[in-house]
């Protein structure tokens, strides 16, 4: 069983925005973004702040705590 680790989707649905999208203002490959939408892969930390910015976000915001489940 994987664990969702983060909550890349939802915020990409909360900001109206696509996998795309991101893909696009990251200069990275759709198929990553994919990845990371769906817990098969993480992003590293940088990238995660890199995220948070693009989206106008905290970065907490895209994780989900283990804690709270």
Do not use: F, H, Y
């Amino acid at each position: 069983m994987t664990k969702d680790i983060n909550r890349l989707k939802v915020v990409l649905v909360e900001k109206k925005r696509t996998s795309k999208w991101l893909a696009e203002q990251l200069g990275k490959d759709p198929a990553t973004i994919s990845k990371w939408c769906t817990n098969r892969a993480q992003p590293g930390l940088d990238t995660l702040v890199e995220i948070a910015e693009v989206l106008d976000v905290d970065i907490a915001e895209l994780l989900r705590s283990p804690k709270n489940e």
